[in-house]
């Protein structure tokens, strides 16, 4: 399994946001992660990505344990959270030359994402001046640039127009099919999970209320009338 989550749960002083959370998917799925706001999403992402410590339960990504591993979970995964942290002030070129070096990655790999993430027209202006979607790009380019197996997507379409988010959308799409990745998305826009992912996840108050394919899942009913009634119960 790409991912394997057992028993999760964290709690923030009297509040628990995860509760004995376990799900596993397989390499080269891509899984939608929805829910409410406050519902546990970023949470489970941020431990995962092993920013966050202090739960309870265990996970693991590519094999490797999140408490035990973290090095080489950190090495295997592909991380845009949900506030794209950017340096506004250095070119798009530049910056992502800044964390090759990090990841030791070599710097022919810079131009191939550039060209990959459609940045090519843009990769000598500061990050500053691109707008919304071409800034998700760059986010989005940093996190492929170290060629990792999974990507963990928080919410990276959040304030796109209608025609940047199809082509964020079509990029994730593009660059987990053909690169046989691995992608947990978190969103709030049903069509796009209907769109891009094989599967869904739906959690609420910290518990996982739904999981099963796109397919299984739009046989019944819409995915956001399921959405609002296993979000909306008491």
Do not use: W
Not at 32 to 58: C, D, Q, R, V, W
């Amino acid at each position: 399994m790409s991912i394997k989550v057992e028993n999760i749960t964290k709690i923030y002083g009297a509040q628990k946001a995860l509760n004995n959370i376990s799900f596993s998917i397989k390499k080269g799925e891509i899984v939608g992660f929805l829910g409410p706001n406050g519902a546990g999403k970023s949470t489970m992402m941020k431990i995962l990505t092993t920013y966050i410590k202090s739960f309870e339960g265990e996970a693991s990504v590519n094999d490797f344990s999140i408490t035990e591993e973290k090095l080489a979970v950190q090495k295997s995964i592909g991380y845009l959270p949900e506030h794209n942290p950017l340096y506004l002030d250095m070119y798009v070129r530049e910056y992502l030359s800044f964390n090759a070096e990090i990841y030791k990655v070599d710097k022919n790999q810079v131009e191939k994402i550039i060209e990959l993430t459609g940045l090519t027209p843009e990769a000598n202006k500061k990050i500053e001046e691109l707008s919304k979607g071409y800034r998700q790009r760059v986010g989005l380019a940093n996190a492929l640039l170290h060629n990792p197996e999974v990507l963990i997507l928080d919410e990276p379409t959040t304030g796109l127009d209608p025609n940047q988010l199809v082509e964020i959308r079509e990029l994730i799409k593009s660059v987990a099919k053909e690169g046989g990745k691995t992608v947990l998305l978190s969103t709030h826009i049903m069509q796009e999970v209907e769109a891009i992912c094989d599967r869904v996840i739906i959690i609420n108050k910290g518990e996982i209320v739904h999981d099963n394919s796109i397919s299984e899942t739009l046989k019944e009913k819409s995915l956001e009338t399921l959405f609002t009634e296993l979000t909306t119960q008491k």
